[in-house]
């Protein structure tokens, strides 16, 4: 069972309702977006990683 997620594009309309329910159901979170999200900021398995989803190293990094 999963229990890590990358979501992109997290602080939209759907992204940041997914990411609502996914910490509702005890995941860890990585939202990868350009802009800030200050809603979930304070929340101890969620991250905000500000970046383009094009950039290769960033993804790389992320993911190991």
């Given at each position: 069972?999963?229990?890590?997620?990358?979501?992109?594009g997290g602080s939209g309309f759907i992204g940041s309702h997914f990411i609502d329910l996914l910490l509702?159901?005890?995941?860890?979170?990585i939202n990868l977006d350009l802009k800030k999200d200050k809603k979930?900021?304070?929340?101890?398995?969620?991250?905000?990683?500000?970046?383009n989803i094009c950039n290769y190293n960033l993804l790389n990094n992320i993911i190991h």
């Open positions: 069972m999963l229990k890590n997620f990358l979501i992109t509702s159901k005890n995941k860890k979170v979930r900021k304070k929340h101890k398995k969620y991250k905000l990683k500000i970046g």
